[in-house]
T-cell receptor, first 108, second 114 residues
Framework: KNEVEQSPQNLTAQEGEFITINCSYS?????LHWLQQHPGGGIVSLFM???GKKKHGRLIATINIQEKHSSLHITASHPRDSAVYIC??????????FGEGTQLTVNP | DAGVIQSPRHEVTEMGQEVTLRCKPI?????LFWYRQTMMRGLELLIY????????DSGMPEDRFSAKMPNASFSTLKIQPSEPRDSAVYFC????????????FGPGTRLTVL
């Protein structure tokens, strides 16, 4: 079974700061997902990537397949970015294995 | 599109009662997933369907849990009999095609078993 580890577990930042959340996994994968869980509990898929880098607005996700590592970056952070960010990996088929999540709090 | 629809949003029941959670996937999606989220274990896949057929149910905790997908637009997750340790948020998600596509999550059902 793939072991998915995220760091940090908790992160507090000031508005405007650049934020990085890391995800490492132990076994080769076919794709990696970054999810955002809002304080109200809803889950939104942010990115799905299998190589390189993707950008959407202030969010950037990168993956290094050789190093089994991915990062999620948030530029110019805002209090509305406060949420739990979850990394999930897919080894094959559709089964996802989830990390424990990173609780991000952005203070005004 | 309304997105993935789950009902009920909240369910409080007593131990031993039967609980049925419902999910309507996004129209056109042919894969459906049931997840459970707890503080202790985080998000876990319970079962997923492709074209209404269960593909992997290895995450279903025990025989008290069962899931069905009678057609492409409806799925149920049933717990009978329910126990306090089943208290969790249950998410349904759907995607198009079997793999390599993002999953769209429903709002979840918060289940409390007293």
């Amino acid at each position: 079974k793939n072991e998915v580890e995220q760091s940090p577990q908790n992160l507090t930042a000031q508005e405007g700061e650049f934020i990085t959340i890391n995800c490492s996994y132990s076994v080769g994968i076919s794709a990696l997902h970054w999810l955002q869980q809002h304080p109200g509990g809803g889950i939104v898929s942010l990115f799905m990537l299998s190589s390189g880098k993707k950008k959407h607005g202030r969010l950037i996700a990168t993956i290094n397949i050789q190093e089994k590592h991915s990062s999620l970056h948030i530029t110019a952070s805002h209090p509305r970015d406060s949420a739990v960010y979850i990394c999930a990996v897919r080894e094959g088929g559709s089964r996802l294995t989830f990390g424990e999540g990173t609780q991000l709090t952005v203070n005004p | 599109d309304a997105g993935v629809i789950q009902s009920p949003r909240h369910e409080v029941t007593e131990m031993g009662q039967e609980v049925t959670l419902r999910c309507k996937p996004i129209s056109g999606h042919n894969s459906l997933f049931w997840y459970r989220q707890t503080m202790m274990r985080g998000l876990e896949l319970l079962i997923y369907f492709n074209n209404n057929v269960p593909i992997d149910d290895s995450g279903m905790p025990e025989d008290r849990f069962s899931a069905k997908m009678p057609n492409a637009s409806f799925s149920t997750l049933k717990i009978q009999p329910s126990e306090p340790r089943d208290s969790a948020v249950y998410f349904c998600a759907s995607s198009f095609a079997f793999s390599y596509n993002e999953q769209f999550f429903g709002p979840g059902t918060r289940l409390t078993v007293l």
